[in-house]
């Protein structure tokens, strides 16, 4: 009994320890099921937190890609705000330049017509003037029988046209000419062309009120001189002469080696008379006590005939 009821404690304490290891296990392997249970969703807690994350992450990317994009569009926007402010400012500028300019047009302008109108005045004062001295003129002409060539604003040209009917050849010459110029100061000046020089005055001024007086005695002196400067004329075709105003001396060449000095005195045809003053043969003077004309008073027609015939030169 003792035997078999200690098989039978041993058996079944055998099979008590049999079943404790059984139902160990049995625990051992329902811990172990529910813990890989937690690791799972654990796991898939984890994956769907870092997926969860990784969106988040891509979309804070994005939205600073879009903060930075937004930032450069803000940066862009002040660097063109500033050139424009920068440019607005250099408009400023030039604007206040502009109006400078234009203020200092205006001046100007104003300035401009004020010369304009003095100038305007200044035109009709002188076209009053020339009306005055185109009647003028027209009127010396016709009692002085001088001759308007031109007009303009400050000069007359004048042609001298005497009326000789007792020398006929003093038509042929060439009418000598006048310039009268007028100043500001209502004075003018009165020149000789040419054709007068030293025969009388080279030029006089004055008043306008003494012209008529100024232009008489030119016409005077002129046909006083007339009959000679025709005689002078004429002769010019027949003799190799030259005559020279200034010195009322006249030259002739009766060879290219014999030159004869013929002074004619004031007055004359009228009142002067004419002498040889002296006879040059390549430059020497040649003795004319010899040379006596038949008559004691010669005209520059006699001597020339007389010297152009005469064997003693």
């Known amino acids: 009994m003792t035997e078999t009821g200690g ?16 139902c160990v296990c ?19 807690e984890t994956r769907s937190g ?10 804070l990317q994005d939205r600073v890609q879009h903060v930075q994009q937004r930032r450069d569009r ?16 250099q408009l400023a500028v030039s604007l206040l330049k502009a109006q400078k300019a234009l203020q200092s047009c ?27 001295l185109q009647e003028h003129a027209t009127a010396t002409q016709e009692v ?15 042609e001298i046209r005497p009326r000789l009917p007792s020398q006929p050849s003093a038509n042929e010459l060439r009418p000598p000419r006048l310039a009268v110029s007028w100043r500001h100061d209502d004075r003018f000046t009165l020149q000789v062309g040419e054709e007068l020089a030293g025969q009388v005055e080279g030029c006089g ?16 002196s002129y046909t006083g001189q007339a009959a000679l400067l025709a005689e002078i004329h004429s002769l010019r075709a027949s003799f190799a002469i030259d005559w020279r105003p200034a ?9 290219a080696a014999l030159v004869c000095h013929l002074q004619v005195e004031h007055g004359y045809p009228a009142s002067g008379s004419v002498r040889l003053s002296s006879v040059l043969r390549d430059g020497r003077t040649v003795d004319t006590e010899g040379l006596k004309p038949r008559k004691a008073e010669l005209s520059l027609t006699d001597w020339l005939v007389f010297l152009c015939s005469c064997p003693l030169i």
Do not use: P
């Open 247 to 255: 010195q009322r001396l006249l030259l002739y060449l009766k060879s």
């Open 205 to 220: 001024s004055g008043r306008r009120d003494v012209l008529s007086a100024a232009l008489l005695d030119v016409l005077q």
């Open 74 to 89: 803000v940066a862009a926007l002040l660097q063109l705000l500033h050139i424009k402010r920068q440019h607005q400012d």
């Open 7 to 22: 098989a039978v404690a041993l058996n079944t304490e055998v099979y008590s320890f049999t079943c404790v290891c059984v």
């Open 106 to 132: 205006d001046r100007q302008l104003e300035q401009l017509r004020a010369e304009s109108e003095a100038a305007l005045h200044q035109l009709v004062s002188w076209r009053r003037l020339r009306d005055l």
């Open 144 to 158: 002085m029988q001088i001759q308007l060539i031109s007009v303009d604003q400050s000069e007359l040209l004048l």
């Open 26 to 44: 049995v625990c051992v392997c329902v811990s172990e099921g529910g813990a890989r249970g937690r690791w799972k969703a654990l796991k898939a």
């Open 50 to 59: 870092m997926e969860e994350t990784e969106s988040l992450l891509r979309s």
